[in-house]
């Protein structure tokens, strides 16, 4: 999990003091089998219970309350209240109905405080997506999925049913759900005996300091991902998270190397920090262990082939498990959050290490390993003379030897030699997945499965300069612990992504005044998100509402990511929301994150991962989706519908931001709720203020394309740009309102 890089606040939440107690009895099984719902169950509050209240689809209804349950008193005397808690229900809410629909059971105490006691929803399948007859026409659709790969550990069959009942009616050829596991391919190892080879077995009983080593064993995920029909994405992770759980040199790896300094980052005055001095950081873990970081440089040989070997010993399992089983196979994600340390937020700098250095005066240079012929001459920097880089520094350096990279001070980021230190700090990170990805690759896993995982975050303040995006961009005014978009893509597979908070939400600045999803297109059109939550770290106690999941998600689903892995399965449930212990960023079960993709999935299964859709809101909400009225068009959001008054007998419509492949035709699908039979249809490719206008249809009546279920089909020829927003011009007098648009590549 990343730490964002320029820290934060944490608060205290504001809590509930005496949160409600309660239990639903019935429908034992958690759902319905139809419209038809009944309810008992049974409520307290130390403060008082007022109401039990059930919420369908955004509508509350009351419960009867103050029902007898000697029951309840009997086996919780303590509970005030227990001999009159209990609650029934009552409705036929089959009207109401609208695909993945759920129902929330909640108490309300004397002061108005609620407690979330439940979550139900209904078995069965849910209604098939308008795409059915499309999909069947155009049967590539399916060969281009979206995973959603719910990150969790310490995999069990238990989980894995659970899991099943989430999720198994919501299984598509379109949309699959997974889960996302971590190895610690450089932690579950055979031991200091057998010289720490990789340990597909590792018993995961194994504690050191109270703690387990790991909660997952490479054989054992395999094989229960196999019982149970269940796609994996495995997190290979043997970078620094792998080994925050506790020091165990006897068994780790990381720790092991990590004994020698010359294995591990050093800071300004070159000292290497032990493993545990940085205290109560945030994280999947408690107190992670983050302070000693192993470094990226070349000349660290030993820690280059222990993590080459060890990586292989896991990929080769894993490349046999996905010649056998590829349907349960995603990928392959890499070491989470490479990173020159940053958790010192700015009061230390890395990596000053001697053989780091020495390589920051090769890459310099062009000699060493950077020499023509040499392993990484293609990645070296323009060589520059001593001379060069005497004036670069302000200093008169006699040789090679001298050059030492520049200590931040004043005004750093205006430095152009800091500038230069920070570009070679971004390219060993480069170079580190780059590694990694060949390595993997070399053991027999596809590029197309392998991808890495780095943390993208936003600073602190306006002031914060944006996120790098190039390996080469100037230096920044904070710790940007050699992060670039453009280090994260691997040599060998595709850029991972991890987002929270603002990023996830796509909504951090960018050095290249355009957003983060879009920027990460640039570099790899098939991108995956390898960590992903709405919550923001700074804030644990802050979750999302339904409209602000729905922006997010949407925009994920429209920009081309292969999967998405929210955290976490086996983090903190959204019914304890508000509650002590609560982490808003490792909760997606039952949170409007979880339910928001849950509606997407019923609307989008059966279109192609790289298809766009603007449904204009779902079950909850109403929404332009970044549709905006020109030439005098007014765009207003309707129930789940846009409406569209024409501006001079014309609605003329621009879409938000599209990332398509160049030249790839379209199929764009309108679904009008009341059409016109004599409306008629023009279609530009434009530019973001509708000033350049490429002609992509000529006007054209409706009634001459092909009609469906999905609504009027109108085939596009491709954008030569990438990047392009569609304008859509119907003529017409009277308002428009259209219940979605829709592209997928024909």
């Known amino acids: ?108 105490d004397s002061q108005g ?3 979330r006691l439940a979550n139900l929803g209904f078995s069965g399948k849910p209604p098939v997506a308008p795409w059915r007859a499309l999909a069947e026409r155009y049967p590539q659709w399916a060969e281009d999925p979206f995973f959603l790969a719910v990150g969790t550990s310490g995999l069990t069959p238990a989980q894995l049913q659970e899991f099943d009942s989430v999720y198994g009616d919501l299984q598509g050829p379109t949309i699959r759900f997974g889960l996302r596991v971590p190895i610690l391919y450089m932690r579950t190892t055979k031991g200091q005996a057998e010289d720490w080879v990789f340990d597909p077995d590792f018993d995961v009983a194994i504690t050191e300091d109270g703690k387990t080593l790991a909660e997952d064993s490479l054989n054992s995920v395999l094989k229960l991902a196999v019982e149970h029909r269940t796609p994996i994405l495995l997190t290979l992770n043997g970078g620094v998270w792998a080994d925050a759980r506790a020091t165990a040199p006897a068994w780790d790896l990381n720790d092991h190397l990590e004994q020698d300094p010359a294995n591990c980052q050093w800071n300004t005055e070159g000292r290497v920090f032990d493993d545990d001095h940085l205290k109560n950081l945030p994280g999947s873990e408690g107190s992670p262990e983050l302070a000693n970081s192993l470094t990226f440089n070349y000349h660290a040989g030993a820690v280059r082939a222990y993590k080459k070997r060890n990586l292989q010993e896991a990929v080769r399992i894993i490349q046999r498990f996905a010649e056998q089983h590829p349907e349960l196979f995603i990928g392959i994600n890499l070491d989470p959050d490479v990173y020159m340390n940053p958790f010192f937020l700015g009061k230390e700098w890395f990596d000053y290490n001697p053989g780091t250095v020495r390589q920051f005066r090769e890459w310099l240079s062009a000699t060493g390993p950077y020499a023509d012929g040499e392993p990484l001459a293609a990645h070296r920097h323009a ?39 920070e570009q070679f700090r971004r390219h060993l990170v480069d170079m580190h997945y780059d590694d990694l990805s060949r390595w993997v690759a070399e053991a027999g896993i596809a590029q197309s499965k392998i991808f890495s995982s780095q943390g993208f975050t936003s ?26 978009i453009e280090g994260a893509k691997p040599s060998h597979g595709h850029l991972g992504a991890i987002v929270y908070g603002e990023a996830a939400k796509n909504l951090i600045a960018m050095e290249n005044d355009r957003n983060l999803f879009s920027t990460l297109q640039d570099f790899d059109r098939d991108w995956g998100i390898s960590e992903f939550n709405l919550a923001a770290i700074e804030h644990p106690e802050a979750m999302v509402d339904y409209d602000v999941a729905y922006r997010a998600l949407l925009l994920i689903s429209n920009n081309n990511a292969r999967f998405l892995s929210p955290m976490a399965w086996n983090g903190s449930n959204g019914i304890f929301e508000g509650q002590p212990g609560y982490v808003g960023y490792t909760s997606w079960r039952n949170t409007s994150q979880e339910a928001v993709f849950k509606d997407l999935t019923v609307l989008r299964q059966g279109l192609p991962r790289s298809a766009k859709l603007w449904p204009f809101g779902l079950r909850l909400n109403s929404a332009t989706d970044g549709w905006v009225g020109v030439d005098g068009s007014q765009v207003v959001a309707a129930q789940r519908a846009l409406r569209v008054e024409p501006g001079n007998a014309v609605a003329t419509l621009l879409s938000p931001e599209i990332v398509l492949d160049a030249g790839k035709p379209q199929l764009l699908l309108v679904k009008f709720s009341e059409p016109q039979a004599d409306m008629q249809i023009e279609a530009f490719w434009a530019d973001e203020a509708a000033e350049h206008r490429e002609p992509l249809l000529k006007q054209t009546a409706l009634k001459d394309f092909q009609q469906g279920e999905a609504g009027v089909e109108i085939p596009l020829q491709g954008s030569s740009n990438r990047k392009r927003h569609l304008l859509l011009r119907f003529v017409s007098s009277t308002p428009l309102q259209i219940e979605h648009i829709a592209l997928a590549p024909l």
């Open 1 to 108: 999990m990343i730490l964002a890089l320029l820290g934060g606040c944490s608060q205290e939440p504001a809590l509930d003091a005496h949160p409600g107690i309660g239990f639903v009895d019935q429908p034992v099984s958690g759902t319905f089998a139809d419209g038809q719902v009944n309810l008992v169950g049974w409520a307290t509050d130390q403060d008082g219970l007022q109401a039990v209240e059930i919420v369908f689809n955004g509508q509350v209804f009351s419960a009867e309350i103050g029902l007898e349950r000697n029951d309840v008193a009997a086996a919780r005397p303590e509970l005030k209240g227990a001999a009159n808690s209990g609650f029934r229900f009552s409705a036929d809410l089959t009207q109401g109905r609208m695909g993945n629909d759920g129902i929330e059971v909640r108490s309300v």
């Open 113 to 115: 405080h609620r407690t």
């Open 383 to 421: 060589p520059l003379s001593l001379e060069q880089v005497s004036d670069l520094a302000g200093q008169d350096f006699e040789g090679w030897q001298q050059v030492t990279p520049p200590i931040p001070g004043f005004r750093y980021w205006n430095d152009p030699w800091f500038t230069v230190w």
């Open 459 to 484: 600073g602190a303040g306006p002031s914060v300069l944006p996120l790098p995006v190039h390996v080469l961009s100037q230096a920044k005014n904070y710790d940007t612990a050699g992060v670039s």
